[in-house]
């Protein structure tokens, strides 16, 4: 069984902080990372992905994988309202994806 | 991204009736899809592989016969519960998987559908 270890948090940022998200996953032949956004009741969407060792950047997110460490984050800057939600890492492999339970985050206004 | 469209978003049945998910790629045609289900407060669990024109892998532990699955096109897998039970009201989801470059693949999620058995 691989396992995804995410914080479930919650993790509770006041609007306009930096919002910090861990993983560690099990299995070392892990290729691709995957973020989704969870909104209560609805379903996953894609914030980003991140193939190779170091830093990704896509508007206020940032991705960063370290596969010695087998050790993935999301960084999400200036916080808004609209972030609170459940984040789920999801690394690729055997063809498909491996989900942690999922971090909630809460931003205070 | 690419759209993953899936109907219905909720549906109501009885105890011992079947009810039928559609999953729709919109705007590329996808060999492989999955279905999750969800239950609340909890995480995604994978349910099964449907991938077209061949039979569906199912993950261990989930009955193929009472979840059929029938991939039939390049655009459109669906889910049928068969004999459904008030033990399976969860929110089911459905997933398209695109090819990305690098030989790498990218899922796309649809809305879900969110099944009440009474």
């Known amino acids: 069984q691989k396992e995804v270890e995410q914080n479930s948090g919650p993790l509770s940022v006041p609007e306009g902080a930096i919002a910090s998200l861990n993983c560690t996953y099990s299995?070392?032949?892990?290729?691709?990372f995957f973020w989704y956004r969870q909104y209560s009741g609805k379903s996953p969407e894609l914030i980003m992905f991140?193939?190779?060792?170091g830093d990704k950047e896509d508007g206020r997110f940032t991705a960063q994988l370290n596969k010695a460490s087998q050790y993935v984050s999301l960084l999400i800057r200036d916080s808004q309202p609209s972030d609170s939600a459940t984040y789920l890492c999801?690394?690729?492999?055997?063809?498909?994806?491996?989900f942690g339970a999922g971090t909630t985050v809460t931003v205070r206004a | 991204g690419a759209v993953v469209s899936q109907h219905p978003s909720r549906v109501i049945c009885k105890s011992g009736t079947s009810v039928k998910i559609e999953c729709r790629s919109l705007d590329f045609q996808a060999t492989t899809m999955f279905w999750y289900r969800q239950f609340p407060k909890q995480s995604l669990m994978l349910m099964a592989t449907?991938?077209?024109?061949?039979?569906?892998?199912?993950e261990q532990g989930v009955e193929k016969d009472k979840f059929l699955i029938n991939h039939a096109s390049l655009t459109l897998s669906t889910l049928t519960v068969t004999s459904a039970h008030p033990e399976d009201s969860s929110f089911y989801i459905c997933?398209?998987?695109?090819?990305?470059?690098?030989?790498?693949?990218?899922?796309?999620f649809g809305a879900g559908t969110r099944l009440s058995v009474l």
């Open positions: 999801a690394p690729y492999d055997d063809y498909k994806l491996s």
């Open positions: 299995d070392r032949g892990s290729q691709s």
């Open positions: 449907s991938n077209e024109g061949s039979k569906a892998t199912y």
């Open positions: 997933s398209a998987r695109v090819s990305s470059s690098g030989g790498k693949y990218i899922q796309y």
């Open positions: 991140i193939y190779s060792n």
